[in-house]
């Protein structure tokens, strides 16, 4: 149980209720990580639908997005996050456990395509440190073949990453997978 009260699905009413029904529709379950927003109907709602989107991203990736998370995550001490991402690829990507944790070790060596990799190593630098994210970083990803609203795409995505994982070990979610 986290430190923040929550609304678990068995006891949401009115908005929450609604929301969780789609999230159990869409994923089995609703995880703890997801009921930690259910304190503001308003924040629930608005989480849900950018996961959404950005599950339904035209140019992201699943494997790509899901790399995002379980790296940023890494380099955050998110151990809920790091694990459930892996989980994923695993399970929806189809990655084995050993691809999983040479991409831990090293992203240049995930089973992502080149293109996804540039993009992937801008996203980790932004996020570890954006004050060093150069324009040259950004033409390298570029000249991938990435446009400025993906690569836009991409960042928002590292750095709600580092919210949630603010969020997930600060209220101290537990893990239910």
Same mark, same amino acid.
Not at 58 to 75: D, E, G, K, N
Not at 80 to 99: E, F, R
Not at 106 to 126: H, I, M
């Given at each position: 149980?986290?430190?923040?009260?929550?609304?678990?699905?068995?006891?949401?009413?009115?908005?929450?209720?609604?929301?969780?029904?789609?999230?159990?529709?869409?994923?089995?379950?609703?995880?703890?990580?997801?009921?930690?927003?259910?304190?503001?109907?308003?924040?629930?709602?608005?989480?849900?639908?950018?996961?959404?989107?950005?599950?339904?991203?035209?140019?992201? &990736?699943?494997? =790509? !997005?899901?790399?995002?998370?379980?790296?940023?995550?890494? +380099? @955050?001490?998110?151990?809920?996050? /790091?694990?459930?991402?892996?989980?994923?690829?695993?399970?929806?990507?189809?990655?084995?456990?050993?691809?999983?944790?040479?991409?831990?070790?090293?992203?240049?060596?995930?089973?992502?395509?080149?293109?996804?990799?540039?993009?992937?190593?801008?996203?980790?630098?932004?996020?570890?440190? &954006?004050?060093? =994210? !150069?324009?040259?970083?950004?033409?390298?990803?570029?000249? +991938? @073949?990435?446009?400025?609203?993906? /690569?836009?795409?991409?960042?928002?995505?590292?750095?709600?990453?580092?919210?949630?994982?603010?969020?997930?070990?600060?209220?101290?979610?537990?893990?239910?997978?």
């Amino acid at each position: 149980m986290s430190i923040l009260q929550t609304v678990t699905p068995e006891n949401a009413t009115g908005e929450v209720a609604a929301i969780y029904a789609r999230i159990q529709e869409a994923w089995g379950q609703v995880p703890t990580a997801i009921q930690i927003f259910s304190s503001n109907p308003f924040l629930l709602k608005q989480q849900w639908e950018y996961y959404g989107s950005i599950m339904q991203h035209p140019t992201l &990736s699943i494997p =790509l !997005t899901t790399s995002i998370r379980m790296l940023v995550s890494q +380099a @955050g001490n998110c151990g809920y996050c /790091i694990d459930m991402n892996a989980g994923m690829l695993i399970n929806m990507a189809g990655w084995t456990p050993d691809q999983v944790a040479a991409t831990r070790l090293d992203y240049k060596k995930s089973p992502l395509s080149d293109k996804e990799r540039t993009l992937l190593g801008l996203v980790l630098k932004a996020t570890s440190n &954006s004050n060093n =994210l !150069t324009a040259e970083d950004m033409q390298a990803t570029r000249n +991938a @073949g990435w446009s400025d609203s993906e /690569i836009l795409d991409a960042v928002n995505h590292g750095a709600r990453m580092v919210a949630s994982d603010i969020l997930i070990n600060g209220f101290k979610v537990e893990r239910d997978f």
